[in-house]
């Protein structure tokens, strides 16, 4: 079985959808929605005062979708994992229209899962 895992870090954001809990659940329906994934249950959300960021998770039957925001830095990083091959959508292009990031950068690894001996 092989799964896949996305550490997506995103600079030059906009600050405003950073600290906007709103703003951030529909990045999160976006991806849900592209991706095919199964949610279990809603998002937890914590949006820091004082303008600060917002930590969000969402356990998924394939795993989890988490995400952390750094408006003091016009940044963010999102992290989602999948216990079954899937396809990404356009990290770029969505990072970059949802939350204006000039700067989307993408690893991607490959989880193969195998017994042990």
């Known amino acids: 079985m092989i799964g896949i895992e996305w550490l997506i870090e995103a600079f030059g954001c906009a600050e405003v959808p950073l600290r906007d809990r709103a703003q951030l659940s529909a990045l999160f329906d976006m991806i849900v929605n592209r991706m095919e994934l199964r949610p279990v249950g809603e998002a937890a959300w914590h949006v820091f005062g004082n303008g600060g960021g917002a930590t969000g998770v969402w356990m998924l039957q ?43 950068r993408v690893r991607e690894c490959e989880r193969v899962y195998h017994r042990s001996s």
């Not at 979708?65 to 830095?73: N, R, W």
């Not at 016009?74 to 990404?88: D, E, G, K």
């Open 62 to 104: 394939e795993s989890h979708l988490a995400i952390h925001t750094f408006p003091e830095y016009h940044s963010v990083c999102l992290n989602i994992f999948c216990c079954t091959r899937r396809s990404a959508p356009d990290w770029h292009s969505l990072f970059s229209t949802t939350l204006g990031a000039t700067d989307v």
